[in-house]
């Protein structure tokens, strides 16, 4: 259930063309954004966003979304931008070689895009995740956001922790 669900809001949320998150020609294999700066105890906010009982629920939800990574399948079309390229680009950064933004200016089109796996209630019909998108050294934003499925249709119930850089 957890992957039929996860394919379908991705597909829902890929398909939006007025999501200004989803310009971007590349992605990021793992979520990039860092979900721990929303609250010191993100599992337990997490238990009362989406009102969740069952503690072997939660902790196979966040075993899922920590361990989470982009397939082809659900890049829709995008590059991929893997662990190992990011942790490359990282290591240039520290001996002085900052080779990301040339990098990310002439392989991504607007940038890339980075959203974590959705985490789901027991009953699959409500979800958190995080979006966002870096265009440049000093553009980029992000949100949090609770959907909600209801008459055949994800939708939106929530926004919070927007940032923009």
């Known amino acids: 259930m957890d992957k039929e669900k996860t394919n379908e809001l991705f597909t829902q949320i890929i398909n939006d ?5 989803l310009d971007s020609s590349c992605i990021s294999e793992k979520t ?9 105890d993100f599992d337990n906010f ?3 966003e989406l009102d969740i ?9 966040l075993e899922l979304f920590r361990n989470f990574q982009i397939t082809e399948k659900l890049a829709f079309g995008r590059n991929i931008i893997s662990e190992l390229e990011f942790k490359k680009f990282a290591s ?4 002085g070689n900052n080779s990301f933004w040339p990098w990310l200016d002439s392989n991504c089109e607007n940038g890339y895009l980075s959203i974590s796996k959705p985490i789901f209630n027991e009953t699959f019909d409500k979800a958190f995740i995080v979006i966002g998108s870096i265009s ?7 949100e949090t ?6 008459n055949g249709k994800w939708t939106i119930e929530k926004t919070e922790f927007e940032w923009i850089s």
Do not use: C, V, W
């Open 17 to 21: 063309s007025t999501d200004h998150f």
């Open 32 to 40: 990039k954004f860092l979900y721990t700066i929303i609250t010191p």
């Open 46 to 48: 997490i238990k009362m």
């Open 53 to 61: 009982k069952q503690e072997t629920h939660l902790k196979k939800q």
């Open 92 to 95: 240039d950064a520290e001996n």
């Open 136 to 142: 440049g050294r000093k553009s980029g934003g992000g």
């Open 145 to 150: 956001r609770i959907y909600q499925f209801k």
